[in-house]
């Protein structure tokens, strides 16, 4: 039999999994969808193994980033809207910051090697894309958030 902080822990340790497990199906969305939009019109089509530097900016930010917030939710049940906002909003910023830049260099030194890697460039770049998307990834990320909640609220009720 498992003492009570061991059961606790467990329940911590599956929804931390499950949330990272979400952010990682959520990487491939998001990353296939932005792909096969710029494809789209730029008149192209879609490759997936030309394209496998997406997956990799998006992927470790996803899933670290979900597995910490689902975490942070299942831990405080109840929020107002306004603390969704700003769960959001903090959550948002910090993996775009960190799959624009540090995702980013990873992909290029995986593609090019360090020699041909602009790391600076990609590193300034890649903060510029992240400011200037915050108008459109706050609102789709509260949709994200607000799901990932009622997934995280599901699974509380389920391992009661």
């Known amino acids: 039999m498992y003492s009570p902080l061991e059961v606790k822990l467990m329940k911590k340790e599956r929804v931390f999994s499950q949330s990272m497990f979400f952010g990682l199906i959520l990487s491939g969305i998001v990353s296939s969808a932005l792909l096969f939009l710029s494809r789209f019109f730029a008149g192209g089509v879609m490759n997936f193994r030309e394209d496998i ?84 990834t706050i609102p789709l990320g509260k949709l994200i958030v607000e799901v990932l909640a009622e997934f995280v609220g599901s699974m509380k009720i389920r391992m009661l």
């Open 53 to 136: 530097w997406m997956y990799i900016i998006f992927a470790p930010a996803f899933a670290i980033g979900f597995g910490v917030l689902g975490l942070y939710l299942y831990n405080h049940p109840n929020r107002s809207n306004q603390q969704m906002w700003e769960i959001t909003a903090i959550s948002v910023i910090a993996m775009a910051m960190f799959s624009g830049t540090v995702g980013m260099a990873i992909s290029e030194v995986i593609s090019h090697g360090f020699e041909g890697a602009n790391l600076f460039g990609q590193i300034l770049w890649g903060f510029m894309c992240a400011l200037f998307s915050l108008p459109i």
